[in-house]
């Protein structure tokens, strides 16, 4: 299909948007591919294959993989990554993808790949310094037709993401720290409307562990996904014996209501 799309209509792929979604079975039968892991269909009973999705920016089919069901998102991308390099002869190629594609290992493939990336940033992951840098008023610009709630503001900021990966270097299983060196910029913003949404999405949730917290149980925090994220306990994972919330955390995240950012590759965009 990628190649009659090429033929037919001239396609120049040098923007690749990435996604990955999950495929659910009426089945409890698990295999080498079919296996149980977070669905995106909330069918938490059955087996279930990952996929990853290459379209270009018409949404036109470029290639995908298929991974087990209990594969994390951000696994996928180095596969699909090889794949773009070897079959379809691809260069100067910028990868669009969301946050949950966006880790440091991720973003070291793409740049080894020979290729670039724009990706939504974790800005409550970012050091202090750079936290600060976005929450500043100084350097933003104000579009006034933007956000028909109230105001939108935006600014680029310089942003050097430093990082360090464990390697093995094949000898009774030690490993090495390589530093990586990621030179990027980012495209910060605020918005009135962003700053409503957050505030409300975070209410729902505080109300949500609120509830968990009555009911004491404490078997409902085997993972700290979603709302369960503001909720700290005492005493051992085997016996808590106090569930309360974690109001440092919902008060740092308050400081960023409204703000979002975007961070890439090719600096001469």
């Known amino acids: 299909m990628f ?61 995908y993989e298929l991974f087990p069901g209990n594969t994390f998102d951000g696994k996928t991308m180095l596969k699909v990554l090889q794949k773009l390099k070897q079959n379809y002869k691809l260069n100067q190629v910028i990868i669009v993808a969301d946050k949950g594609l966006n880790s440091k290992i991720n973003l070291k493939d793409i740049k080894e790949a020979g290729f670039d990336y724009i990706v939504s940033a974790r800005i409550k992951n970012m050091p202090n310094k750079i936290q600060e840098a976005i929450l500043s008023d100084a350097g933003y610009q104000t579009l006034t037709t933007y956000d028909k709630e109230g105001e939108y503001k935006y600014k680029t900021i310089d942003y050097v993401n430093n990082f360090q990966i464990e390697l093995e270097d094949g000898t009774d299983n030690k490993t090495t720290k390589e530093k990586i060196c990621l030179t990027e ?48 306990t005492k005493g051992q994972k085997e016996q808590v014996t106090e569930m309360y919330l974690d109001k440092k955390r919902i008060e740092k995240e308050e400081r960023f209501d409204g703000y979002y950012a975007i961070e890439y590759s090719k600096l001469t965009m």
């Open 3 to 63: 190649e009659t799309n090429r033929t037919l209509f001239n396609m120049n792929v040098d923007i690749v948007l990435y996604d990955v979604t999950t495929f659910h079975f009426e089945s409890q039968r698990a295999d080498e591919l079919r296996d149980y892991g977070f669905s995106k269909a909330n069918k938490i009973n059955e087996v279930q294959v990952v996929m990853g999705l290459l379209v270009d920016n018409e949404g036109r089919p470029i290639g």
């Open 185 to 232: 910029k980012l495209v910060c913003s605020y918005s009135t409307s962003r700053e409503k949404k957050d505030e409300s999405d975070r209410q729902r949730g505080i109300e949500k562990a609120n509830k968990l917290i009555a009911s004491n149980n404490s078997s409902e925090l085997r993972n700290k996904k979603g709302y369960k994220k503001y909720i700290l």
